[in-house]
């Protein structure tokens, strides 16, 4: 009953002609799938490009990042009515790169996403622990803080449009990919974060994605889990 999502997140790869040229090859490839949604995150410069090649397909454009702010004096950053206008419909939230390199916290990322939701836009808000939280038996305590303070402010209407996405940070981009089990885990404690916030009929259709050197060949293990609807798929992208 949740369509899958198979996100691409291409992070701060592909100038304008390198996006043409991608999407003239990747059309033909996914004409015919009809099961999941496809989602295309590339850089702010070619989303506009993205948005023109895909016009007449179901595939949907996302951005990276945005900022919480309707306008203001913040050089530099794009805005979710910006991004609203250009056609984009979603935007990821919270990845552990900005968590990271730009010291994005919880705070931040939900007002991104309150910021997202009143402009229109489907958030897609990431979580994830680091390897010594995984280690040392925190993962639950992670999500579950990441969870509370990313995403448990919202309403329940403002919730039910939010996408989530769990990203081991272990996992991101180090060709070590959580197996089924692990990932299947984590999803099964987010989704019942999720109930016991929002409730079971919104937990039961919330999506939750896996990201972390998503492959093809290890996706259709992942995808087999009950609680992964989809993937937020970097380098493989
Ligand atoms: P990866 O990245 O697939 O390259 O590990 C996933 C992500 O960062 O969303």
Same mark, same amino acid.
């Given at each position: 009953m949740r369509t899958p999502i198979m996100a691409g997140?291409?992070?701060?790869y592909k100038t304008v002609t390198q996006t043409i040229e991608y999407f003239d090859k990747f059309l033909p490839l996914v +004409?015919?799938?009809?099961s999941r949604e496809i989602v295309i995150c590339p850089p702010y410069l070619s989303l506009s490009a993205a948005l023109q090649k895909t016009q007449d397909t179901s595939i949907r454009i996302g951005a990276q990042n945005l900022h919480?702010?309707?306008?203001?004096?913040?050089?530099?950053e794009v805005s979710a009515p910006m991004l609203k206008e250009t056609g984009v419909e979603f935007v990821i939230i919270g990845h552990s790169e900005r968590r990271q390199?730009?010291? +994005?916290t919880d705070q931040f990322i939900l007002e991104k996403t309150r910021a997202a939701l009143a402009s229109g836009l489907l958030p897609i808000v990431c979580v994830g622990e680091h390897l010594d939280q995984r280690e040392n038996g925190q993962t639950d305590a992670v999500l579950t803080e990441q969870f509370a303070h990313g995403c448990g402010g919202l309403t329940p209407e403002e919730f039910s449009q939010v996408v989530l996405a769990y990203e081991p940070v272990w996992a991101i981009g180090t060709g070590r990919t959580a197996t089924p089990e692990i990932a299947q885990d984590a999803h099964l404690h987010l989704r019942n974060l999720v109930a016991n916030h929002y409730g079971q009929q919104i937990a039961d259709a919330t999506r939750i994605l896996y990201g972390g050197s998503v492959k093809p060949d290890n996706i259709k293990g992942l995808m087999?889990?009950?609680?992964?609807?989809g993937g937020l798929v970097g380098g493989a992208s």
């Open positions: 997140n291409w992070k701060m +004409e015919n799938v009809q919480q702010v309707k306008e203001g004096a913040y050089t530099g390199h730009f010291c +994005e087999a889990q009950p609680d992964i609807d």
